[in-house]
């Protein structure tokens, strides 16, 4: 029953044509405790036939496609950068930013912000995207809220809000087995940071103090002959910024920094202030000054951000208020900017194109910029709940342009978190 349930709800819904997705595959997050109008009741009822899951789709796509999901604990909620994979595609860490609330609670209404402390992040075996395997875990400190991987895959970042800490970074053994922890900066500083993200270089570390609203650059200090990080340390000054800062993303050469800013938290007090998104260059030498170069807005509660392959745009998803309670004109209606970015650093929004569903949540391109993917939390119909993932074709010239296709993947409510694998 199990299996006819799952093909039911995880296959490729039968449309007009196929799915145009240049990719090995995509890895998804789903939150079994996790209600899409939990936002907007400030409730989480526990439901008892729901568990978290890592899922997988492999491409090119077929109708009769089986997706492959597995038990694995994850959250919807304060979860900025919950996935990061190794380079040889062969396993990825998934960030536990919240725990899962235990069976015997079926039923039970909780609290929005009473859901358990998270306090793990799990190791996956993803060499066979047909059948992840989830595999070990191993502790990071309280409520974890984004994780990083460096391009060597010896070393995972970790931001956190626990006292003390809030950015761990650990060595990594070659099969991916932490090793050794590196002691944070001693100037840091104590306070939530919300994100972390490693300069492509990887000489540095950049993080976001989410309660203070600062960014700042971490250096990387190595022993010479091994290469191996010795320590730490602050570089210049931090920079000053406004509203609630989500996640960050450097562009492929390391120039520009990109940060997202909700303004607000999404929830019932939220005013519906529309989200920004802004450009920072970093000065890497000691005690630089590093700068805001340009802003632009989104929409209201942006969740996620990517920059095109050819660094020319970055898209936003926002959720608006598409998780509204008591369902109303806003429910299941969101939103995808795409902002161009000129390579003297100016941002400016180009459109904002409309999105149907209940808080897209994920957003990621294809190998070649064509294609993109957008993971819905839960969709707006008539009997069993589905949430999914909708692909569109991009055009990213003068005026760009983003066309929904026609086909997508319908998958269990509660998916967030999404992942490509591009290579085989």
């Not at 039923?107 to 358990?116: A, H, I, R, V, W």
Request: glycine share 8%; aromatic share 10%.
């Amino acid at each position: 029953m199990k299996k006819v349930f799952f093909l039911v709800f995880s296959v490729i819904t039968a449309q007009a044509q196929s799915i145009s997705f240049e990719a090995k595959g995509l890895l998804f997050l789903n939150d079994g405790d996790f209600n899409p109008y939990s936002f907007g009741t400030g409730i989480v009822k526990k439901d008892k036939f729901a568990s978290d899951k890592i899922g997988s789709f492999v491409f090119p796509l077929a109708l009769d496609q089986e997706g492959n999901e597995q038990v694995l604990s994850n959250s919807a909620l304060d979860a900025y950068k919950n996935i990061a994979i190794k380079s040889d595609h062969r396993i990825c860490y998934v960030l536990e930013s919240h725990n899962s609330f235990k069976k015997d609670a079926s039923g039970q209404e909780f609290n929005l912000k009473s859901t358990p402390d998270g306090n793990f992040v799990s190791v996956v075996d993803i060499t066979n995207l047909r059948n992840v395997k989830p595999g070990y875990r191993f502790q990071v400190a309280p409520n974890p809220k984004a994780l990083a991987l460096s391009k060597d895959n010896k070393y995972l970042a970790v931001a956190a809000e626990g006292y003390n800490q809030e950015l761990q970074v650990f060595e990594l053994d070659e099969t991916g087995k932490p090793v050794r922890l590196i002691q944070r900066p001693v100037a840091l500083g104590n306070g939530t940071i919300s994100d972390v993200v490693w300069h492509p270089t990887e000489d540095f570390l950049v993080f976001l103090k989410k309660e203070t609203r600062e960014i700042g650059l971490v250096k990387v200090l190595r022993d010479g002959p091994t290469g191996n990080i010795i320590r730490l340390e602050l570089v210049g000054n931090t920079v000053k910024m406004e509203g609630n800062l989500k996640t960050g993303e450097f562009t492929k050469d390391g120039k520009y920094f990109l940060v997202l800013d909700s303004r607000d938290e999404p929830g019932t007090n939220s005013l519906g202030q529309k989200g920004q998104v802004f450009v920072v260059r970093f000065a890497l030498e000691d005690n630089g000054s590093h700068a805001l170069i340009s802003k632009a807005e989104v929409e209201e509660n942006p969740s996620a951000m990517v920059i095109h392959p050819s660094g020319k745009f970055v898209l936003v998803t926002n959720q608006k208020k598409s998780f509204e309670y008591p369902v109303s004109k806003n429910t299941g209606k969101g939103s995808l900017s795409v902002l161009w970015l000129q390579p003297e650093g100016t941002l400016q929004n180009k459109i904002n194109v409309p999105l149907e569903g209940v808080m897209p949540s994920g957003v990621v391109f294809d190998k070649n910029g064509n294609n993109l993917a957008v993971s819905f939390m839960q969709f707006l119909n008539f009997g069993k709940s589905t949430g999914g993932i909708q692909f569109f074709s991009f055009t990213g010239e003068n005026s760009p342009k983003v066309e929904k296709q026609s086909s997508m993947i319908n998958t269990s409510k509660g998916i967030h978190s999404l992942r490509v694998i591009e290579d085989y």
